[in-house]
Protein backbone atom coordinates (compact mmCIF):
# COMPACT_ATOMS: atom_id res chain seq x y z
CA UNK A 1 0.00 0.00 0.00
CA UNK A 2 2.63 2.53 0.39
CA UNK A 3 4.10 1.97 -2.64
CA UNK A 4 0.44 3.11 -4.17
CA UNK A 5 0.93 5.85 -1.84
CA UNK A 6 3.89 6.70 -2.78
CA UNK A 7 3.28 6.19 -6.49
CA UNK A 8 0.14 8.22 -6.33
CA UNK A 9 2.36 10.91 -4.52
CA UNK A 10 4.56 10.68 -7.12
CA UNK A 11 1.98 11.04 -10.03
CA UNK A 12 0.13 13.74 -8.13
CA UNK A 13 3.62 15.80 -8.12
CA UNK A 14 4.36 14.95 -11.66
CA UNK A 15 0.98 15.99 -12.88
CA UNK A 16 1.61 19.71 -10.68
CA UNK A 17 5.13 19.65 -12.10
CA UNK A 18 3.86 19.09 -15.52
CA UNK A 19 0.58 21.65 -15.28
CA UNK A 20 3.31 24.09 -13.92
CA UNK A 21 5.28 23.65 -16.72
CA UNK A 22 2.86 23.41 -19.38
CA UNK A 23 1.03 27.19 -17.45
CA UNK A 24 4.72 28.77 -17.41
CA UNK A 25 4.91 27.80 -21.44
CA UNK A 26 1.53 29.35 -22.31
CA UNK A 27 1.80 32.01 -20.49
CA UNK A 28 5.08 32.87 -21.64
CA UNK A 29 3.53 32.56 -25.15
CA UNK A 30 0.37 34.52 -25.06
CA UNK A 31 3.04 37.43 -22.91
CA UNK A 32 5.36 36.68 -26.49
CA UNK A 33 2.54 36.45 -28.77
CA UNK A 34 0.47 39.93 -27.09
CA UNK A 35 4.30 41.96 -27.65
CA UNK A 36 4.45 40.77 -31.15
CA UNK A 37 0.94 42.11 -31.86
CA UNK A 38 1.63 45.33 -29.96
CA UNK A 39 4.72 45.86 -32.26
CA UNK A 40 2.97 45.01 -35.30
CA UNK A 41 0.24 47.37 -34.10
CA UNK A 42 2.75 50.17 -33.61
CA UNK A 43 4.60 49.33 -37.22
CA UNK A 44 1.52 49.37 -38.64
CA UNK A 45 0.26 52.77 -37.30
CA UNK A 46 3.98 54.05 -38.23
CA UNK A 47 3.56 53.02 -41.81
CA UNK A 48 -0.11 54.52 -41.98
CA UNK A 49 1.71 57.90 -40.62
CA UNK A 50 4.23 57.36 -43.17
CA UNK A 51 2.15 57.45 -45.97
CA UNK A 52 -0.22 60.07 -44.80
CA UNK A 53 2.88 61.96 -44.80
CA UNK A 54 3.82 61.03 -47.91
CA UNK A 55 0.77 61.79 -49.88
CA UNK A 56 0.52 65.21 -47.94
CA UNK A 57 4.03 65.98 -49.39
CA UNK A 58 2.79 65.28 -52.95
CA UNK A 59 -0.18 67.24 -52.27
CA UNK A 60 1.80 70.47 -51.28
CA UNK A 61 4.04 69.85 -54.09
CA UNK A 62 1.36 69.35 -56.68
CA UNK A 63 -0.08 73.36 -54.63
CA UNK A 64 3.25 74.47 -55.28
CA UNK A 65 3.56 73.77 -58.70
CA UNK A 66 0.03 75.03 -59.33
CA UNK A 67 0.70 78.26 -57.75
CA UNK A 68 3.78 78.44 -60.00
CA UNK A 69 2.43 77.85 -63.44
CA UNK A 70 -0.40 80.43 -62.85
CA UNK A 71 2.24 82.87 -61.86
CA UNK A 72 4.04 82.17 -65.39
CA UNK A 73 0.49 82.29 -67.30
CA UNK A 74 -0.07 85.44 -65.94
CA UNK A 75 3.36 86.39 -66.31
CA UNK A 76 3.05 85.90 -70.24
CA UNK A 77 -0.28 87.15 -70.66
CA UNK A 78 0.96 90.69 -69.23
CA UNK A 79 4.17 90.56 -71.12
CA UNK A 80 1.87 89.19 -74.52
CA UNK A 81 -0.28 92.18 -73.54
CA UNK A 82 2.66 94.62 -73.20
CA UNK A 83 3.92 93.69 -76.28
CA UNK A 84 0.94 93.84 -78.76
CA UNK A 85 0.37 97.53 -77.00
CA UNK A 86 4.25 98.42 -77.95
CA UNK A 87 4.02 97.05 -81.46
CA UNK A 88 0.61 99.06 -82.24
CA UNK A 89 2.08 102.00 -80.90
CA UNK A 90 5.22 101.37 -83.12
CA UNK A 91 3.58 100.64 -86.16
CA UNK A 92 1.28 104.09 -85.33
CA UNK A 93 4.54 105.81 -85.31
CA UNK A 94 6.02 104.02 -88.37
CA UNK A 95 2.54 105.45 -90.02
CA UNK A 96 3.60 109.26 -89.36
CA UNK A 97 7.02 108.93 -90.34
CA UNK A 98 8.50 111.38 -92.98
CA UNK A 99 10.70 110.00 -94.29
CA UNK A 100 12.54 106.56 -95.09
CA UNK A 101 15.30 107.80 -93.28
CA UNK A 102 13.04 108.30 -90.26
CA UNK A 103 11.02 105.01 -91.01
CA UNK A 104 14.21 102.84 -90.46
CA UNK A 105 15.42 104.69 -87.45
CA UNK A 106 11.96 103.97 -86.02
CA UNK A 107 11.97 100.32 -87.01
CA UNK A 108 15.48 99.65 -85.45
CA UNK A 109 14.66 101.49 -82.48
CA UNK A 110 11.38 99.50 -82.17
CA UNK A 111 13.07 95.97 -83.00
CA UNK A 112 15.80 96.30 -80.37
CA UNK A 113 13.97 97.34 -77.65
CA UNK A 114 11.49 94.88 -78.28
CA UNK A 115 14.79 92.16 -78.54
CA UNK A 116 15.88 93.75 -75.05
CA UNK A 117 12.31 93.45 -73.17
CA UNK A 118 12.09 89.95 -74.78
CA UNK A 119 15.77 88.62 -73.16
CA UNK A 120 14.61 90.66 -69.77
CA UNK A 121 11.43 88.83 -69.65
CA UNK A 122 13.11 85.45 -70.67
CA UNK A 123 16.19 86.18 -68.20
CA UNK A 124 13.10 87.01 -65.40
CA UNK A 125 11.08 83.84 -66.46
CA UNK A 126 13.73 81.41 -65.61
CA UNK A 127 14.47 82.75 -62.36
CA UNK A 128 11.04 82.55 -61.89
CA UNK A 129 10.66 78.50 -63.37
CA UNK A 130 13.77 77.83 -61.30
CA UNK A 131 12.01 79.05 -57.96
CA UNK A 132 8.44 77.18 -58.86
CA UNK A 133 10.42 74.14 -59.32
CA UNK A 134 12.42 74.66 -56.00
CA UNK A 135 9.21 75.08 -54.07
CA UNK A 136 7.38 71.97 -55.85
CA UNK A 137 10.24 69.97 -55.05
CA UNK A 138 10.56 70.46 -51.32
CA UNK A 139 8.17 68.81 -50.09
CA UNK A 140 9.05 65.90 -52.05
CA UNK A 141 12.72 66.31 -51.17
CA UNK A 142 11.99 65.93 -47.13
CA UNK A 143 9.99 62.79 -47.67
CA UNK A 144 12.75 61.62 -49.44
CA UNK A 145 15.09 62.57 -46.40
CA UNK A 146 12.69 61.15 -44.13
CA UNK A 147 12.72 57.68 -45.79
CA UNK A 148 16.49 57.90 -46.24
CA UNK A 149 16.44 58.55 -42.70
CA UNK A 150 14.12 56.06 -41.73
CA UNK A 151 16.22 53.19 -43.82
CA UNK A 152 19.59 54.25 -42.16
CA UNK A 153 17.84 54.29 -38.80
CA UNK A 154 16.56 50.48 -38.92
CA UNK A 155 19.94 49.06 -41.10
CA UNK A 156 18.46 48.84 -44.31
CA UNK A 157 20.88 51.42 -45.86
CA UNK A 158 24.46 51.56 -44.88
Known amino acids: MSTVKSATAAATKTAKSAQAAFEQVTGASSEAMRQQYDRSLAAMS ?34 TK ?37 VAELNSLSDVVADVAKE ?7 RMSAVSHLMHQNGIAR
Not at 59 to 75: K, M, P, V, Y
Not at 86 to 93: E, G, I, W, Y
Open 46 to 79: EMSSFGKQNVEAMIASASAAQRGFEALSQRAAAF
Open 82 to 118: LAVENHMAATKSLMTSKSVQEFVEKQTEYARSSFDAY
Open 136 to 142: ALQPLNE
